[in-house]
């Protein structure tokens, strides 16, 4: 696997990440994670850019573009649900791109975003939830030292229906 690294959305990486998005999103549809026509309107998808940086300023989210050696962006990798105060936790999430799908880049990149977690973010814990069929990811979290906590029945209401989430957790401290 190449190199990676992962860079702190800005305001300047939106026309790149569009490109991104519109040229992997018959994938993410496949794959259970649609975002509907209406966040693919280069408008829309400015005005959604804005407000993520936005609420990183406020400490809600932190949301990285995963950039290979050739300066190409290949996935996403984001802490999302930020809570401080006595739980100081945040919930982890992560796409990759088709065309750099099963090469590592998804390991990497948690690994990284650990690691900014602790370091830059300060957080306590990490959780994250997958879909009972996403092996490949549920594989992600448990090479980076994420433990099974459990499943919710029927947790979130994709394509059409509910499905079921296995959830994961990491203490970082």
Do not use: C
């Not at 018959?26 to 509907?36: A, L, T, Y």
């Not at 950039?67 to 999430?93: T, W, Y």
């Not at 979130?156 to 959830?167: A, C, L, M």
Request: charged residues 30%; hydrophobic residues 35%.
């Amino acid at each position: 696997m190449a190199e990676i690294r992962i860079k702190l959305l800005e305001e300047s990486d939106t026309e790149k990440l569009y490109q991104f998005e519109i040229q992997n999103r018959n994938f993410f549809d496949r794959m259970g994670f649609s975002r509907g026509d209406h966040y693919y309107d280069i408008d829309n998808f400015e005005d959604i850019i804005k407000e993520i940086v936005a609420e990183q300023e406020e400490g809600l989210v932190y949301m990285y573009l995963i950039i290979n050696e050739g300066d190409e962006i290949v996935g996403r990798v984001n802490l999302v649900s930020v809570v401080r105060g006595s739980l100081n936790k945040a919930e982890l999430g992560y796409r990759i791109g088709e065309a750099y799908q099963g090469k590592g880049y998804g390991t990497k990149a948690v690994k990284l975003i650990l690691k900014e977690a602790v370091d830059t973010h300060k957080l306590h814990r990490v959780e994250a939830g997958t879909s009972p069929d996403n092996i490949g990811s549920q594989i992600v979290l448990i090479k980076n030292g994420f433990q099974f906590t459990g499943r919710n029945n029927k947790y979130i209401y994709q394509n059409g229906r509910w499905e079921d989430s296995v959830n994961f957790e990491k203490v970082l401290d």
